[in-house]
């Protein structure tokens, strides 16, 4: 006997397009607003620059974000054990970036659950490999900071942070309080669920990064800051 497949609904396929359209204009409507404010700050008569330098400088930039993929769709294989093509994965991470533009930081993640059924791919094995490529940027730009805390202009930095933040020590300990007792109440309510989750991730991680896919990894994310620089260095 066949099982019956309850299609969407025409109204639920008009909200949903409605829905990407009012994210795609609120991105558009935010990217706009902070262009605006860079360029009331840039003195256009001081602006000059190499036609041949600048061109040279689109070429870098342009082979660190086809390289960046690259990571991200690793990850994704693993997460999920399941293959995607590269025009997919680039055209997902590109046009759901900008969503990370909108207020809250998470645009980024609504447009790529938006976009994941078109592009076929899997929207949590998506959504959870944004995540560890997240958290593994996160870790190592701090490993690669940490030298830097001899230096004594970030010495003083942090000392004068610190200050102020005793000096708010108030505002200091009721904001530390509030997110102590948000992240608690999250973890009573989802208990079961964060437990599974978190096992979960763990053996995904495990998986994802062996030593040696962890030196791959580590040697691709250098080789993206120094196109990174190289391409401003040069602009």
Request: hydrophobic letters at 50%; charged letters at 15%.
């Amino acid at each position: 006997m066949k099982k019956n497949i309850k299609l969407p609904s025409k109204d639920f396929k008009n909200t949903l397009r409605f829905g990407r359209y009012l994210l795609a204009f609120s991105i558009l409507f935010f990217l706009c607003k902070h262009l605006i404010e860079l360029l009331q700050e840039i003195k256009v008569e001081s602006i000059s620059f190499n036609p041949f330098w600048l061109l040279i400088s689109y070429v870098i930039l342009i082979i660190q974000h086809v390289v960046r993929i690259f990571p991200w769709l690793t990850i994704y294989k693993y997460t999920t054990s399941e293959t995607v093509s590269f025009l997919s994965s680039w055209t997902l991470l590109n046009l759901s970036e900008p969503g990370k533009y909108l207020p809250g930081k998470i645009g980024q993640f609504v447009g790529m659950a938006a976009l994941c059924h078109s592009l076929e791919i899997s929207r949590d094995g998506a959504i959870a490999s944004t995540l560890i490529h997240f958290v593994f940027r996160c870790l190592l730009g701090c490993l690669a900071g940490l030298p830097f805390l001899f230096f004594p202009i970030t010495r003083e930095f942090l000392q004068n942070l610190f200050t102020n933040l005793l000096h708010n020590s108030f505002r200091t300990t009721l904001l530390i309080l509030s997110i102590i007792g948000l992240c608690a109440i999250f973890v009573i309510v989802f208990k079961k669920h964060l437990s599974y989750k978190i096992i979960h991730f763990y053996k995904l991680i495990s998986e994802t990064f062996s030593l040696k896919r962890l030196l791959l990894f580590l040697a691709i994310h250098i080789l993206l800051w120094i196109c990174i620089g190289l391409g401003f260095f040069f602009s």
